[in-house]
């Protein structure tokens, strides 16, 4: 099925560190999500964006809507243990199906 | 309140066997998705049900099937179970308001033997 390209796939970090990974699509959404998802667990949504350019923080998560509207962003700043899982992007036009990057796991040495 | 409840969270079935899934959305969500999760492919949609009536559909086969009742509490349904079923199943339930923003349960593992 349809996926997004979301890059890196994997991610080791030593904490502190600030982390960047993205996605883009061949397609253009009018809303994209972020996700945090820990073994065993659902995914956890963290961020929606809804407007082209726009910039949303949580914390020291911050998530851009893409001015193309076929890309997202997510940087976490100083990296804790905690942050460790797998992030997901996900993109939905109108009322079609919510699309699915592959994930971007990410690791942290303490 | 309460989040997205799935039963069982974990089941073990054999090859031909059905199984059927359950999902409770969060309390005045009207709109539930079904997702596959296995690590070689990701987050796969398999449906998503509004008001009790298949809104959208996933590429999978007829054996997995999904109903959403009135209280919109949803089961989905997978005949003559095949190994290659052993997945996380997921449910996410969604506001009217903000359709786009998914909330996912726990997952329901299935082992197929």
């Known amino acids: 099925g349809q996926q997004l390209n979301q890059s890196p796939q994997s991610m080791f970090i030593q904490e502190g560190e600030d982390v960047s990974m993205n996605c883009t699509s061949s397609?253009?959404?009018?809303?994209w999500l972020w996700y945090k998802q820990d073994p065993g667990e659902g995914p956890v949504l963290l961020i929606a964006?809804?407007?082209?350019?726009e910039l949303t923080s949580n914390g020291r998560l911050t998530a851009q809507f893409g001015i193309t509207r076929k890309d997202s962003f997510l940087n976490i700043s100083a990296s804790i243990p905690s942050d460790v899982g797998i992030y997901f992007c996900?993109?939905?036009?109108?009322?079609?199906?919510?699309?699915f990057g592959q994930g971007t796991r990410l690791t942290i040495n303490p | 309140k309460a989040g997205v409840t799935q039963t069982p969270r974990y089941l073990i079935k054999t090859r031909g066997q059905q199984v059927t899934l359950s999902c409770s959305p969060i309390?005045?969500?009207?709109?539930v998705s079904w997702y596959q999760q296995t690590p070689g492919q990701g987050l796969q949609f398999l449906f998503e049900?509004?008001?009790?009536?298949?809104?959208n559909k996933g590429n999978f086969p007829g054996r997995f099937s999904g109903r959403q009742f009135s209280n919109s509490r949803s089961e989905m349904n997978v005949s003559t179970l095949e190994l290659g079923d052993s997945a996380l199943y997921l449910c996410?339930?969604?506001?009217?308001?903000?359709?786009?923003?998914?909330?996912f349960g726990q997952g329901t593992r299935l082992t197929v033997v």
């Open positions: 996410a339930s969604s506001a009217l308001n903000r359709q786009a923003e998914a909330f």
């Open positions: 397609s253009i959404f009018n809303t």
């Open positions: 964006l809804y407007k082209a350019g």
């Open positions: 996900a993109g939905r036009q109108g009322a079609q199906k919510l699309v």
């Open positions: 309390s005045g969500h009207r709109s």
């Open positions: 049900y509004f008001s009790e009536t298949q809104r």
